[in-house]
């Protein structure tokens, strides 16, 4: 796992060189603390920053063609790696290091684009292909790394992350009030949006040709759906043929020269995933986050999955004042306002795990959003029909709403969007709201919608939670970003792609049925986990929210959401948010994270955004 960063020149003259490059590759050495490189030729930079994972003592990057015309930067592994290096080394290809993203190189000389097919990894990656004079540029078919991109007028900038795009000469600094609708109104940002007006995350299962002045972004992959005429196996054989795809995809993500540890959640996913990893090598450590208080608290579940396994347990206690004091370097790395603090508990998780000498994690990451794990599959699966949303009039609203969004009004997901937009309205400034028709995210489609057509309610909420929870949320910023900012990789069984295919092929009835969320699943890890683990209700992520924040009484926290700097900013209403602050202040006050939205937070982190980066006021 590393950060990558680079640019295309698209004017005349000389273009930038290497210190607007060695600039851009300064702000991801947390992705790449071991080494650093560049290459420069005909207009192009490639710039690299290394964590050693594979032969961390060399294997460097930018690699290279055995005749130099194709150079690579790669942030990421390839699990099928030495099948592939066999390969090509039977058809005379010469490898000149021990890294297996090397076999992108060789593999672009004998596909080109069309390599993509043939690998199965975590990779955002970008090639010059000098003498086509073509960057192509990728990232994995799930999104599980993330990869940035802008133009101006003179050059194409590219950066593992938006820090490092902002960051090319001549980039400008704004809020992408869309992307801010977003985070207010779905699960997080979704791409290609991001926070940084004008920049843009490829999404998973895209790559993009920039050629001869043009920018193209293409799509070559997306979750599938069950195949109405393939025949049915029997309950025990997908509970079989499941362990069997995630015993080889625990195997293959146990590949590495550095100590690998294991994130425990306490619940299913984290503890199947451990008892898999313990099967193949023991001994490898676990990592967990506490909290105080019997109510959000699974150091018990986690605690008894360790000793199941043996493991070398390391429990991490978080109470408010470690979230308080977390919080502005979580939102400098993830690169967005926030809904939760549970990215705070993701940074000190891997702080813990990095502090133990551990550079690889293992999640369970997926598997909700695959097997039916959220109480709204179980939910939509007792409704007699369609969800309803009101009266008639509020009826006819939403499916209008739903038409913009999903291009079905028919498809219903997570709340009324409609009534949603009406309450979140006042917590915006005059100004906004003055220029809401173009920042209302619900006038811009998030999917396409040919992906979700002619699909079962099932199988629409799972590509929804897929696209709008998973790429850009749980495995950007409270993933990936919350992991690489103490120089960690994350990887997750539960997103190989043969395990992603084989879960589109799984029917509804065995995913969710009465016997609750994810059957299957459950099934499967009998004998592996703890019954009392696999019997147990699912258990959100959840960490104090703004009432715990703000009960600390940080100055720095009364000073961000102070009337006068709200106002100053001019995004939000300083009114409304002094409202919220004051009652969020009382003893009594509290809310559900999994009921209520925590507006205050958003307004508090985008407040650190701003200060972070450098943004300017709304005008």
């Avoid at 895209?206 to 979750?223: A, I, K, Q, T």
């Avoid at 949603?420 to 209302?440: H, I, N, T």
Wanted: overall charge negative; aromatic content about 8%; charged content about 25%.
């Amino acid at each position: 796992m590393c950060g990558i960063a680079g640019f295309m020149s698209l004017g005349p003259g000389p273009g930038p060189g290497t210190r607007e490059l060695a600039g851009m590759t300064d702000t991801l050495t947390h992705r790449g603390p071991d080494a650093a490189g560049q290459t420069h030729h005909d207009g192009v930079s490639l710039g690299f920053r290394r964590l050693g994972i594979v032969a961390p003592g060399g294997a460097g990057q930018p690699l290279f063609s055995e005749d130099g015309n194709v150079a690579l930067v790669c942030n990421g592994e390839i699990y099928n790696e030495p099948e592939l290096r066999s390969e090509l080394t039977a058809r005379g290809h010469r490898f000149s290091t021990r890294s297996d993203t090397e076999v992108i190189v060789h593999l672009y000389e004998e596909m080109g684009v069309e390599l993509l097919e043939r690998l199965r990894g975590q990779f955002a990656f970008a090639i010059h292909d000098r003498r086509r004079r073509r960057l192509f540029l990728a990232r994995d078919q799930v999104g599980v790394l993330p990869l940035h991109h802008t133009l101006t007028p003179d050059a194409f900038v590219f950066g593992s992350e938006a820090k490092a795009v902002i960051a090319f000469p001549g980039v400008e600094r704004a809020v992408d009030l869309v992307g801010l609708d977003q985070v207010l109104t779905f699960p997080g940002l979704v791409s290609p949006r991001t926070m940084f007006q004008g920049v843009e995350a490829l999404p998973g299962g895209h790559y993009l040709l920039v050629e001869d002045g043009r920018v193209e972004r293409h799509r070559y992959w997306d979750f599938g759906r069950p195949d109405p005429d393939a025949p049915e196996m029997g309950e025990a054989e997908y509970a079989e043929q499941l362990l069997e795809l995630l015993d080889r995809s625990v195997r293959r993500r146990l590949r590495a020269d550095v100590p690998i540890g294991l994130y425990l959640s306490g619940g299913l996913d984290s503890s199947l995933i451990a008892a898999l990893a313990e099967r193949a090598a023991p001994g490898h450590p676990t990592f967990s986050v506490a909290f105080p208080g019997d109510d959000i608290n699974e150091s018990g579940f986690q605690r008894l999955m360790a000793e199941r396994i043996s493991s070398p347990h390391h429990e991490t206690r978080i109470g408010p004042d470690e979230i308080v004091d977390g919080l502005r370097r979580m939102v400098l790395h993830a690169e967005t306002p926030v809904k939760e603090t549970y990215n705070t508990c993701s940074l000190a998780l891997s702080r813990s795990a990095r502090e133990a000498g551990a550079r690889v994690v293992l999640s369970g990451e997926g598997a909700d959003e695959l097997f039916g794990g959220y109480v709204g599959y179980r939910l939509d699966g007792l409704r007699p029909g369609p969800r309803t949303f009101g009266s008639p009039v509020e009826e006819a609203l939403e499916r209008r709403v739903r038409t913009v969004l999903w291009g079905d009004p028919g498809v219903g997901y997570e709340r009324s969007y409609h009534a949603w937009r009406r309450s979140k309205m006042p917590l915006y400034s005059e100004g906004v709201r003055d220029a809401f028709a173009q920042a209302d995210c619900l006038n811009h489609p998030v999917v396409d919608e040919r992906a979700l057509a002619g699909r079962d309610p099932l199988d629409q909420r799972s590509y929804l939670d897929l696209r709008l929870r998973l790429a850009d949320h749980l495995l950007g910023d409270h993933g990936d970003r919350m992991a690489m900012a103490n120089s960690v990789e994350a990887r997750h069984p539960f997103l190989d792609l043969d395990v992603v295919e084989f879960a589109a092929s799984v029917p509804a009835r065995l995913k969710v049925n009465a016997s609750g969320e994810k059957y299957l699943l459950r099934r499967s890890a009998r004998g592996l986990v703890p019954d009392t683990i696999i019997g147990r209700e699912k258990f959100g992520f959840r960490a104090p929210g703004s009432p715990a924040v703000l009960r600390s009484g940080a100055e720095w926290v009364a000073d961000t959401l102070s009337p006068a700097l709200i106002a100053k900013q001019g995004y939000f209403d300083p009114e409304v948010v002094e409202r919220l602050r004051q009652g969020f202040l009382s003893p009594e006050s509290d809310l559900d994270p999994h009921r209520e939205d925590d507006l205050l937070l958003v307004v508090l982190t985008f407040g650190i955004l701003l200060d972070s980066f450098g943004l300017p006021d709304h005008p």
